[in-house]
């Protein structure tokens, strides 16, 4: 994923400066020179006095935000009119701190703007604002607004409507129904004072200060308290993020399945990170639901566990070590092969061209034995410097972990960063030309991307094959709150690419062993009803095994309020067909504050 700290400050600059590539100009009506604020907002998510000046708009300050580059107030109308498409609140953006105070009825001079956060690329919707004020003080001392309360009964059960083809899949132009989609309803409050109540966090608190809660408490609830994201047909309507408009010092370290009890208030904003937010003035009170990290089953003397784990960018500088390793033995009862993605180079992400990753590999074996696990061995393949994505210079790769104890791996010389591995038929069974060895690393589809390593072990006798596996990211593609609906998905072009390879060589395996024992697994950024599982699973050579959990219970990641499956491990026939399997999707990061990654590890357990 791309960093977020600097699309942050690239977000705050372009806020500061209000660029004209982020302002959508309409015709303005004839009679511009005295509106009030629903006419400033009107009916569609563009003004129609967008890029023209507005004078006298009335309205009671409501908040002020008073920190980083937007700063600004916002103003409310007390006197609404009766169209409930037609925001009341607006965000004026003074660009330093505002000399008014919450309470204070003025008048704003100014030029109507639509502000795009994350600019014009990034497909986002806009952003009514205000700017360049000239602000007259009416009165001081009088109530705000009373908030319009959101809850499962305002907000409707269809998400949004579908974008105006004339205009590229923009709901832009569309106007506003805000009591039949739950993103115009959401439109039709911006800017103005809003509460939810009693509202069940479905997203931890992450690191900026922002949790999502849901108002819905029914809405595809997962069994842990958060809400599953099953299609792109059904969305989570209830969806809401919470933002402090003060100082983030206090802000509640919340896990999924807490409450926010009693109100949290504030204006509706819209924001790069997610859109609709509210940003609260009053938050309610943290209830604890007491979530626990999960522990898996161990395996038995029989049964093969198979494991993947994204341990997010590790490298020998990280304070993770510890808990890594008390995850791998504690919750995943010491897998007998582990898949670790994002195994960062011996110097991380200093870009000196350092490729070899054995100090962080051996780092974390060493603090795994130091948790009462088994000395594992490993294997991997060094990638071309910065040729593999991620962080720069960090060349993250895939790493077999293995308990030597259990499972054997069988070397086959000659695998390296840029030689494909094979497949070739010896006694009626399929072996690998090399052992690990990459799949087709020189094809396009994995151009900066990270290549699939592919190992054979043997256990019990028994030959299986593991395909390690983090493909494309979704980095790029729009948000669910995108002006273009639906949104545009633009990283699964090269991921169903390299969807389409993984197959083939899957294929491979199994026409030369029909009855193979094949697992593909890892990172595959997508979901498990996604086009590229969908390819991955080809016609029946794989299957994705988290499929055979409830569907409240096939989540690996929690991103925006949203429970996914982006970790999966998918199986071959010979594995499928004995019905002879568990799996586990073990929640021990996704959902907490505190997590040390931002994926949950899979477990597969079955008997070759």
Same mark, same amino acid.
């Given at each position: 994923?791309?960093?977020?700290?600097?699309?942050?400050?690239?977000?705050?600059?372009?806020?500061?400066?209000?660029?004209?590539?982020?302002?959508?100009?309409?015709?303005?009506?004839?009679?511009?020179?005295?509106?009030?604020?629903?006419?400033?907002?009107?009916?569609?998510?563009?003004?129609?006095?967008?890029?023209?000046?507005?004078?006298?708009?009335?309205?009671?300050?409501?908040?002020?935000?008073?920190?980083?580059?937007?700063?600004?107030?916002?103003?409310?109308?007390?006197?609404?009119?009766?169209?409930?498409?037609?925001?009341?609140?607006?965000?004026?953006?003074?660009?330093?701190?505002?000399?008014?105070?919450?309470?204070?009825?003025?008048?704003?001079?100014?030029?109507?703007?639509?502000?795009?956060?994350?600019?014009?690329?990034?497909?986002?919707?806009?952003?009514?604002?205000?700017?360049?004020?000239?602000?007259?003080?009416?009165?001081?001392?009088?109530?705000?607004?009373?908030?319009?309360?959101?809850?499962?009964?305002?907000?409707?059960?269809?998400?949004?409507?579908?974008?105006?083809?004339?205009?590229?899949?923009?709901?832009?132009?569309?106007?506003?129904?805000?009591?039949?989609?739950?993103?115009?309803?959401?439109?039709?409050?911006?800017?103005?004072?809003?509460?939810?109540?009693?509202?069940?966090?479905?997203?931890?608190?992450?690191?900026?200060?922002?949790?999502?809660?849901?108002?819905?408490?029914?809405?595809?609830?997962?069994?842990?308290?958060?809400?599953?994201?099953?299609?792109?047909?059904?969305?989570?309507?209830?969806?809401?993020?919470?933002?402090?408009?003060?100082?983030?010092?206090?802000?509640?370290?919340?896990?999924?399945?807490?409450?926010?009890?009693?109100?949290?208030?504030?204006?509706?904003? +819209?924001?790069?990170?997610?859109?609709?937010?509210?940003?609260?003035?009053?938050?309610?009170?943290?209830?604890?639901?007491?979530?626990?990290?999960?522990?898996?089953?161990?395996?038995?003397?029989?049964?093969?566990?198979?494991?993947?784990?994204?341990?997010?960018?590790?490298?020998?500088?990280?304070?993770?070590?510890?808990?890594?390793?008390?995850?791998?033995?504690?919750?995943?009862?010491?897998?007998?092969?582990?898949?670790?993605?994002?195994?960062?180079?011996?110097?991380?992400?200093?870009?000196?061209?350092?490729?070899?990753?054995?100090?962080?590999?051996?780092?974390?074996?060493?603090?795994?034995?130091?948790?009462?696990?088994?000395?594992?061995?490993?294997?991997?393949?060094?990638?071309?410097?910065?040729?593999?994505?991620?962080?720069?210079?960090?060349?993250?790769?895939?790493? +077999?972990?293995?308990?030597?104890?259990?499972?054997? +791996?069988?070397?086959?010389?000659?695998?390296?960063?840029?030689?494909?591995?094979?497949?070739?038929?010896?006694?009626?069974?399929?072996?690998?030309?090399?052992?690990?060895?990459?799949?087709?690393?020189?094809?396009?589809?994995?151009?900066?991307?990270?290549?699939?390593?592919?190992?054979?072990?043997?256990?019990?006798?028994?030959?299986?094959?593991?395909?390690?596996?983090?493909?494309?990211?979704?980095?790029?593609?729009?948000?669910?709150?995108?002006?273009?609906?639906?949104?545009?998905?633009?990283?699964?072009?090269?991921?169903?690419?390299?969807?389409?390879?993984?197959?083939? +060589?899957?294929?491979?395996?199994?026409?030369?062993?029909?009855?193979?024992?094949?697992?593909?697994?890892?990172?595959?950024?997508?979901?498990?009803?996604?086009?590229?599982?969908?390819?991955?699973?080809?016609?029946?050579?794989?299957?994705?095994?988290?499929?055979?959990?409830?569907?409240?219970?096939?989540?690996?990641?929690?991103?925006?309020?949203?429970?996914?499956?982006?970790?999966?491990?998918?199986?071959?026939?010979?594995?499928?067909?004995?019905?002879?399997?568990?799996?586990?999707?073990?929640?021990?990061?996704?959902?907490?504050?505190?997590?040390?990654?931002?994926?949950?590890?899979?477990?597969?357990?079955?008997?070759?």
């Amino acid at each position: 994923m791309p960093s977020r700290s600097s699309a942050r400050l690239a977000a705050l600059t372009v806020a500061a400066v209000c660029s004209a590539t982020s302002a959508v100009v309409l015709t303005s009506p004839a009679h511009a020179d005295s509106v009030r604020i629903h006419d400033v907002q009107g009916t569609t998510r563009i003004s129609p006095f967008a890029g023209q000046s507005v004078a006298d708009v009335p309205g009671i300050v409501t908040a002020t935000r008073t920190y980083g580059s937007s700063r600004g107030f916002w103003l409310q109308d007390p006197t609404p009119d009766d169209n409930p498409a037609t925001s009341e609140g607006v965000f004026v953006f003074t660009g330093s701190t505002p000399k008014v105070a919450v309470g204070d009825s003025v008048t704003v001079n100014g030029t109507v703007s639509e502000y795009v956060p994350g600019g014009a690329s990034s497909g986002n919707q806009s952003l009514t604002e205000i700017t360049k004020p000239v602000i007259t003080t009416v009165s001081a001392g009088n109530a705000v607004p009373a908030p319009t309360v959101v809850d499962a009964r305002s907000v409707p059960s269809s998400y949004t409507p579908t974008g105006d083809t004339a205009a590229s899949g923009s709901v832009n132009g569309l106007a506003l129904q805000p009591s039949k989609y739950a993103t115009d309803y959401y439109e039709s409050l911006e800017g103005m004072n809003v509460q939810v109540a009693d509202a069940r966090v479905v997203t931890a608190t992450d690191p900026y200060s922002e949790l999502w809660v849901t108002v819905k408490p029914r809405e595809h609830r997962s069994r842990r308290g958060g809400t599953v994201y099953g299609s792109y047909e059904s969305q989570n309507t209830g969806r809401l993020q919470i933002q402090s408009l003060g100082a983030t010092a206090d802000f509640p370290k919340a896990n999924v399945g807490d409450t926010l009890t009693g109100a949290t208030t504030g204006p509706m904003d +819209f924001n790069q990170f997610g859109g609709y937010t509210l940003v609260a003035s009053r938050l309610g009170a943290l209830k604890s639901a007491g979530l626990q990290r999960e522990t898996t089953q161990q395996q038995s003397r029989r049964e093969l566990a198979v494991a993947t784990y994204n341990v997010e960018n590790l490298d020998p500088a990280d304070a993770t070590f510890d808990k890594h390793a008390a995850a791998i033995v504690g919750n995943l009862q010491s897998p007998d092969i582990v898949s670790l993605e994002e195994i960062q180079d011996d110097n991380g992400a200093k870009d000196d061209g350092t490729v070899g990753a054995s100090a962080t590999v051996n780092k974390l074996i060493d603090a795994i034995v130091a948790a009462g696990g088994p000395k594992y061995d490993w294997r991997s393949i060094d990638p071309v410097n910065d040729q593999d994505g991620g962080e720069p210079g960090g060349n993250i790769r895939q790493v +077999f972990l293995f308990n030597p104890q259990r499972v054997s +791996f069988v070397d086959r010389a000659g695998g390296d960063s840029t030689t494909a591995v094979g497949v070739t038929k010896v006694h009626g069974a399929a072996r690998l030309t090399v052992s690990p060895g990459r799949i087709a690393p020189a094809d396009t589809a994995w151009a900066n991307s990270r290549k699939p390593l592919a190992g054979e072990f043997t256990f019990r006798g028994r030959t299986v094959f593991v395909i390690a596996n983090h493909l494309n990211s979704k980095g790029g593609d729009q948000g669910l709150t995108a002006q273009y609906q639906p949104p545009v998905r633009s990283s699964e072009v090269q991921r169903h690419a390299q969807a389409t390879l993984v197959n083939a +060589f899957v294929k491979d395996l199994l026409h030369a062993q029909k009855d193979a024992n094949v697992i593909a697994l890892g990172d595959m950024n997508d979901f498990e009803f996604s086009g590229t599982t969908k390819i991955l699973e080809g016609h029946g050579e794989l299957w994705s095994a988290i499929k055979s959990l409830p569907k409240r219970e096939r989540y690996t990641y929690d991103y925006q309020g949203n429970q996914q499956v982006l970790d999966q491990i998918l199986i071959s026939p010979a594995i499928r067909r004995g019905d002879d399997f568990e799996y586990d999707s073990v929640h021990i990061n996704s959902e907490f504050n505190d997590q040390v990654s931002d994926h949950d590890p899979q477990v597969l357990r079955f008997r070759p």
